[in-house]
């Protein structure tokens, strides 16, 4: 069974006016941007950040596109290592 712990964010005064928000859209947004910030870092799972956020598969995936967070975490070591492995197929497709 899956509990949905409620968390309590204190801002300071007036901190909605200065992000142009009111305060219950400034509530509705803190956790889904912690959970996008912290899948990022790499510190949850793409899976454990949508559940944070309250959202499906689909509805996070398209979050992330919005504030341009890759899906993809791959480090430059796997980067360059799987652009060499298309390089070699095309060689051998010799196109």
Do not use: W
Not at 59 to 77: H, P, T
């Amino acid at each position: 069974m899956n509990v949905v712990q409620n968390f309590q964010i204190k801002s300071p005064p007036h901190f909605a006016d200065t992000a142009h928000l009111i305060q219950n859209e400034l509530d509705q947004q803190i956790l889904p941007m912690a959970a996008l910030k912290m899948f990022e870092l790499e510190k949850i799972s793409s899976s454990k950040a949508r559940e944070l956020a309250g959202m499906s598969r689909v509805e996070f995936l398209e979050k992330c596109g919005q504030y341009k967070v890759s899906i993809f975490n791959y480090d430059d070591d796997e980067i360059e290592a799987e652009l060499q492995r298309n390089l070699d197929t095309l060689e051998k497709l010799d196109l």
